[in-house]
């Protein structure tokens, strides 16, 4: 009886939530191609039209949950969301959307959870509990993968950050601009710098100076070593100073940087072994080479 009771209230909220869609879908698409409009520079993979099948259903019906938690609670952290998004390289991903899948994933693993404490028969207190952490956890899931995401795609753009530089370094000495240079670097790189670039480039041919697609590609990915590199070609073209000499200079910096934060995780490393050690390698030794001893001395002591 429980269990068809669940049934029933997940159909209903499935036909609240497709009824809602239906009603403000127009709305909602007017909201996305404003938003794919003023985000031109990302124009690169984002479509109009929302993806066919099973996941672009489930992004519409995000998009939908979100944009409606978004109007009804007056929430202030969409523009935080919006730079994970982007640090993250998930340019066809809204802040909305991003709410609507927490939103669907909290309900979900609740959802799963009560289902599971009643098919066990655990309980209440203990399915409350379980409640209130997959709550949690699926209203922090979604926003901790992006930042997880992020993380790694702005360590892997300072990581290549060298190799940008000394191809700008060769390919400027041989006599070529640095808007050439970085176009051609654009199309050698992979990973998230070359998309970075790309995005520059593709900005730099739809009007913007090149100063400025350098600062916006700055804004979009805020790493100590993008910031040197944008800081370096800026006050280089304003001041006339050789660029082929700035980017010598910065390859540089740019090693002993790298070099510097090697030796930084390696000072790291005991103290990141020492747990592992102690509560895992430690027990394990003692339990296999003071076990027979121990074995040995309660036989002794029962003999007595």
């Not at 992006?146 to 790694?152: D, G, H, I």
């Not at 070593?225 to 200079?249: D, T």
């Amino acid at each position: 009886m429980i269990v068809l009771a669940l049934i029933g209230l997940v159909l209903t909220a499935l036909a609240v939530v497709l009824i809602t869609r239906g009603l403000i879908v127009a709305r909602l698409r007017a909201t996305l191609n404003l938003g794919t409009i003023g985000r031109y520079g990302f124009a690169g993979g984002i479509e109009l039209d929302p993806e066919p099948g099973l996941k672009g259903f489930v992004d519409d019906v995000a998009a939908t949950v979100g944009n409606l938690l978004l109007r009804r609670l007056r929430l202030g952290n969409e523009e935080l969301l919006r730079k994970q998004l982007t640090s993250a390289g998930m340019y066809d991903v809204t802040p909305r959307t991003l709410m609507g899948y927490q939103v669907l994933f909290s309900v979900g693993l609740t959802a799963l959870w009560i289902w599971l404490s009643v098919a066990a028969g655990l309980a209440p207190a203990l399915t409350v509990l379980g409640v209130i952490g997959a709550l949690v956890l699926g209203w922090i899931g979604p926003v901790a993968y992006v930042r997880r995401t992020a993380e790694t795609r702005l360590y892997r753009i300072d990581y290549d950050m060298p190799e940008l530089i000394d191809l700008l370094v060769v390919v400027v000495e041989a006599g070529l601009s640095l808007t050439a240079a970085l176009q051609l670097a654009s199309v050698r790189l992979k990973g998230p710098l070359g998309e970075e670039l790309r995005i520059a480039i593709q900005e730099q041919r739809m009007g913007l100076p090149l100063l400025q697609a350098l600062e916006n590609m700055l804004n979009r990915c805020p790493t100590p070593a993008m910031r040197s590199f944008v800081r370096a070609m800026v006050q280089g073209e304003r001041l006339g100073v050789s660029v082929g000499q700035i980017l010598r200079s910065l390859a540089l910096e740019m090693r002993k940087r790298r070099r510097a934060a090697a030796e930084e995780k390696a000072q790291k490393a005991p103290l990141k072994i020492l747990f592992p050690l102690i509560f895992m390698i430690f027990p394990a030794m003692f339990l296999v080479l003071l076990g027979p001893a121990l074995f040995s001395i309660f036989d002794a002591l029962k003999g007595h």
